[in-house]
C-alpha cells in the first residue's frame, strides 16, 4: 500500500474529487525539482516516474509512484537543505495547501478528521523509516558548520497576560523578546520585527492561531519563519491540521518552560 491509498482508506468517495484539484507538473531526468533550502508545504504527488531525496551528496529517499512530497514527511522542517531531483523523467499532482484546507472545510468535520488520521499515519511510517538518516545527515552538517554566536529574537503570542509575563521573565535574558495578545497584532509585529521564532496559542479570541499561522505562512517576508503551536489541544485532528497551516512544532498545554525550552532550543539550532 503506497501513501496516496493511506491517505483516502476510509475515504475513497472523497479521492478523485481532491485529485481533481492537482496540477499536473511534468518533471525529466536530473532535474532538480525543488530545490535545497526551498520549503514547501503544497502537497505533491507522483503520479509517473521516480524521484530522489538529496542533502548534499546524501541520499535520504527514493520516491516512486503514489509517493507524496511537499509534506513534512518528505521535505522534513529539521532538514532545510533537502532538494528533490527526477531520477527519470515523469510527472507530479500539485495541490496547494490552501485548496487541501478549503477542500475538507466544506465537507463534514468528521471528513477533515479522518483525513488528518490517515496523513499523521503517512508521517508516523515514513519517519520512522528515516529519522536514523536524518540524525545522520544532520549531525554532520551540524558539525561542518562553523559556530557562531548569535543572539535570536522570539514573538510570543498569548491571550494570556500571566503566560505572556512568565514567558517574557524566563527567555529574557537569552532573547530578544516581542509579545502580542491578539491575532491581528501578532501578525502586525511578525511582519514589522522578524523574529527568529513565533511561539503561537492556538485559541485566541477573533483571529484563532491557525488564522495567524496561515497568515504568516502565506506571506513572502514571513513565509520561512518557524512557528511552534501550543494549545490545551492534544487530538491527533488538531495537531496535524496545525501542521498542515504551516506550523513547525506542536507543543500541548499544560507544558512546563523547561520542555518548551527544548522544542525552541532545537529550531533556532535549525536557523
Not at 491509498?5 to 481533481?20: S, V
Not at 525539482?33 to 546524501?58: F, H, K, Q, T
Not at 497551516?245 to 525552541?264: F, H, N, Q, R, W
Request: proline share 4%; charged share 25%; aromatic share 8%.
Amino acid at each position: 500500500m503506497d501513501e496516496l491509498d493511506i491517505l483516502f482508506r476510509g475515504l475513497e468517495t472523497a479521492r478523485a474529487e481532491f485529485l481533481a484539484l492537482g496540477e499536473r507538473v511534468p518533471f525529466s531526468a536530473n532535474q532538480v525539482v525543488l530545490s535545497a533550502g526551498r520549503s514547501e508545504w503544497d502537497i505533491y504527488i507522483v503520479e509517473e516516474g521516480e524521484l530522489s531525496v538529496w542533502v548534499g551528496n546524501a541520499l535520504l529517499a527514493e520516491l516512486s509512484p503514489g509517493s507524496t512530497l511537499g509534506t513534512s514527511a518528505i521535505l522534513c522542517p529539521q532538514i532545510q537543505w533537502s532538494a528533490v531531483c527526477g531520477n527519470t523523467d515523469g510527472v507530479l499532482l500539485k495541490i496547494l495547501r490552501e485548496q487541501t484546507m478549503k477542500f475538507f472545510e466544506e465537507r463534514p468535520q468528521r471528513v477533515f478528521q479522518k483525513f488528518c488520521v490517515n496523513l499523521f499515519k503517512t508521517w508516523v511510517g515514513v519517519l520512522s523509516d528515516r529519522n536514523a538518516r536524518i540524525v545522520e545527515i544532520q549531525r554532520h552538517l551540524l558539525d561542518s558548520e562553523p559556530a557562531t554566536e548569535r543572539r535570536f529574537s522570539i514573538l510570543f503570542v498569548d491571550d494570556e497576560e500571566q503566560i505572556l509575563a512568565a514567558l517574557m521573565e524566563y527567555f529574557e535574558e537569552r532573547y530578544d523578546l516581542h509579545r502580542a495578545l491578539v491575532g491581528p497584532e501578532a501578525v502586525a509585529c511578525a511582519l514589522a520585527r522578524r523574529p527568529d521564532l513565533v511561539v503561537l496559542d492556538l485559541h485566541m479570541p477573533g483571529m484563532s492561531g491557525y488564522e495567524v499561522c496561515q497568515q504568516l505562512k502565506t506571506h513572502a517576508d514571513t513565509r520561512p519563519t518557524p512557528i511552534i503551536m501550543v494549545t490545551a489541544l492534544n487530538a491527533t485532528p488538531d495537531k496535524v491540521k496545525g501542521m498542515m497551516y504551516g506550523a513547525d512544532e506542536y507543543l500541548t498545554k499544560p507544558m512546563d518552560l523547561v520542555s518548551l525550552d527544548e522544542v525552541i532550543k532545537r529550531v533556532l539550532d535549525r536557523r
